[in-house]
């Protein structure tokens, strides 16, 4: 058997919103980073920034969430200091969940997005 090691275990993330508008405005005050509206496809996408093309990025979607908390988490990067973040996610209508959890990566806190999307801020 050959085993496939990718560069990168995840490549791509899709978060599914009630409302788009508010979904980029979150996020965008959240990471502090504008989510760009990219309309080409056969959905409207608000994209996440990323470095480059090779960067692991992905985008919120007019989609159906999850129940609040029960979907995956995915860990997005934020600027230090977190706790700074922390206060941009209720300031914008989201949730922390958890308090700053450390690890030897980095520094993270579990979070629900307005449509109760779990997620993780992280700061290396």
């Keep these: 058997m050959n085993a ?5 275990a995840a490549v791509w993330f899709e978060i599914p919103v009630t409302d788009m ?4 405005i979150f996020y965008g005050a959240v990471l502090q980073n504008e989510l760009s509206l990219n309309e080409d496809g056969p959905n409207p996408m608000g994209m996440f920034v990323a470095r480059d093309r090779d960067s692991v990025a ?3 979607y007019p989609g159906k ?14 600027a230090a200091p977190i706790e700074a973040a922390m206060e941009r996610v209720t300031g914008n209508g ?17 979070c ?13």
Excluded: C, Q
């Excluded at 496939?4 to 990168?8: F, I, L, Q, R």
């Excluded at 508008?21 to 980029?24: F, G, L, Y």
């Design 21 to 24: 508008e508010r979904a980029r």
């Design 65 to 78: 969430p999850a129940a609040a908390g029960t979907g995956p988490t995915i860990h997005l990067s934020v």
């Design 94 to 110: 989201g949730r922390i969940v958890s308090p700053v959890i450390e690890i030897p990566a980095g520094r993270f806190a579990y």
């Design 58 to 60: 992905g985008h919120v």
């Design 112 to 124: 629900l997005d307005p449509d109760g999307n779990s997620f993780g801020l992280f700061v290396k």
């Design 4 to 8: 496939h090691v990718p560069a990168h």
